[in-house]
């Protein structure tokens, strides 16, 4: 739809070109020509000046996501590097920022159930103990999600882990249809600035990952369609 | 006809105060333009991203839809003004090309000024409307629009408008001379810009749109179009100079 706009737009300023050429004007409205086109020009410019008042005046709230204070988010490399981080077995603190929640699970038994529901894909990294202290530390890490310089997570859900006895919940929330608006400056504007052109906002999804360290003793038990790597060193 | 320089302006003076009330309907054009064009800023694109589960829509607004019509309308305007019709309603007045041609040159001016700042602060309409319409969340501050950037960007724009206005009059002018030009400067204009390259391989019209649009200078993008516009305005006096007042 949006690409025949311009051939209609055109086909209206022609038609518009024309009328207003044409004497005489009897097909044109009163306000636009005669002594009555002074008032509408003056009311033209009053009302454009007062709409830049209010605009200027009124707050504006709607704000959605959080101004990132760096320039340059690389979501794809920070999860990337996290990935590599993880299949290495060792995940540099740095990191730490990206640790959505952290549990210990005391494990009863000699198997742990492992689940994620609602969700298509989670990827979880294993990597064995060298003790056997029927604990299992379990950290899910979400890497954020941003829209230009804007980083939107605190608008979007996470996955939510449990711990029950011998069993481990993921579970994906029900994601809202995020709907934006973004304005793009005007030309005349943006080329004094270094701002982008074009209106297409560089958006990154972030992603979720889980990192787990089992003693050896304990067997995990997980449906076929995780995506689970065990860490080897 | 020679006219001494105080004769002169008082003859320019009051030629475009006529020209002000006389074609005003090429503001009223302008405005009507613009409420249209502020209709197809509406949905000026939109983009959707989605990963597990997911789904971000962005809807994007801008005033350039706006600030193009303009630009459209006082091309359009400017070669109107140098048509027989237009040149004639001049002649009420003791004139000669040189008067008639600066009246014109400031009523475009005036017309550039009124196009280029109008088109600027419809860019506001075009921010609370959208908000007013879809109360929709804004992605982060892509709503604010600083003074300074207003005013430079009504800057720019009232440039813009004045670069058009003599492009197109130094064309009208032209095809005053002989109707053939009409044919002749957009296929030879269309010629030049596919067929020469300069040495980096660029197109001319690249570098020709580089060298205004580009500028990142704001008085460095001023100095550039009041030359060129003089040039051009120059040229258009020079073209039309040697015709007889009502030829």
Redesign the interface.
């Known amino acids: 739809?949006?690409t025949i706009?311009?051939i209609i737009?055109f086909v209206?300023?022609v038609f518009?070109?024309i009328l207003?050429?044409r004497r005489p004007y009897a097909v044109i409205p009163k306000?636009?020509?005669g002594k009555r086109?002074?008032w509408?020009?003056i009311g033209?410019?009053v009302a454009?000046?007062v709409?830049?008042g209010?605009?200027?005046v009124f707050p504006?709230t709607?704000?959605?996501?959080?101004?990132a204070e760096e320039d340059d988010i690389k979501t794809w490399e920070i999860s990337d590097n996290l990935y590599e981080a993880a299949s290495a077995g060792n995940i540099p603190e740095e990191y730490e920022q990206y640790i959505e929640q952290r549990e210990e699970v005391e494990i009863s038994d000699e198997s742990l159930n492992v689940n994620y529901v609602n969700?298509?894909?989670l990827s979880i990294f294993i990597k064995e103990k060298d003790t056997n202290d029927d604990l299992v530390d379990v950290t899910l890490y979400r890497t954020p999600?941003t829209?230009?310089?804007?980083v939107?997570d605190d608008e979007?859900p996470s996955v939510q882990m449990e711990t029950g006895s011998n069993e481990l919940t993921f579970s994906?929330p029900e994601?809202p249809?995020?709907?934006?608006?973004?304005?793009?400056?005007?030309?005349?504007?943006i080329?004094?600035?270094d701002e982008n052109s074009w209106?297409?906002?560089d958006?990154q999804?972030g992603?979720?990952l889980v990192y787990m360290e089992v003693p050896e003793n304990i067997k995990l038990d997980y449906p076929e369609y995780m995506d689970v790597t065990y860490v080897t060193e | 006809m020679y006219l001494t320089h105080g004769r002169l302006l008082g003859h320019v003076k009051s030629q475009f105060q006529y020209k002000l009330k006389a074609y005003i309907g090429v503001f009223s054009s302008i405005i009507v333009v613009q409420l249209i064009a502020l209709l197809f800023s509406v949905d000026s694109g939109s983009s959707t991203s989605s990963s597990d589960g997911v789904q971000i829509d962005i809807d994007y607004f801008s005033a350039n839809t706006v600030i193009g019509f303009t630009m459209i309308t006082v091309l359009i305007n400017a070669i109107h003004i140098t048509t027989k019709t237009f040149q004639e309603d001049g002649f009420i007045f003791s004139t000669t090309r040189l008067t008639a041609n600066l009246s014109n040159v400031l009523f475009l001016l005036t017309v550039s000024v009124f196009g280029g700042m109008t088109a600027m602060l419809s860019s506001v309409v075009v921010r609370l409307g959208s908000a007013i319409m879809f109360q929709r969340q804004v992605l982060g501050a892509s709503m604010d629009i600083s003074a300074s950037e207003l005013f430079y960007g009504m800057g720019a724009s009232i440039a813009y408008m004045l670069l058009v206005s003599a492009i197109g009059y130094v064309f009208g002018s032209l095809v005053q001379i002989n109707r053939l030009f009409m044919f002749i400067i957009p296929a030879g204009l269309y010629g030049v810009l596919v067929l020469l390259e300069d040495t980096n391989g660029n197109q001319i019209g690249e570098t020709v749109f580089t060298f205004f649009f580009h500028e990142s200078s704001f008085l460095l993008l001023l100095l550039k179009v009041i030359v060129v516009s003089t040039v051009l305005f120059a040229c258009s006096l020079l073209i039309t100079n040697n015709k007889e007042v009502r030829q």
């Not at chain 1, 709607?62 to 101004?67: C, E, K, L, M, P």
């Not at chain 1, 829209?147 to 804007?150: E, F, N, P, R, S």
């Not at chain 1, 249809?177 to 504007?189: A, D, R, T, W």
């Open positions: 739809m949006i706009f311009p737009a209206i300023l518009l070109f207003l050429s306000v636009l020509y086109v002074r509408t020009v033209y410019v454009l000046l709409i830049t209010v605009f200027y504006k709607n704000s959605f996501g959080v101004i969700g298509e894909s999600t829209v230009g310089d804007v939107i979007i994906a994601y249809e995020v709907k934006l608006i973004s304005y793009q400056k005007e030309f005349p504007i080329q004094f600035t209106m297409n906002e958006t999804m992603s979720n």
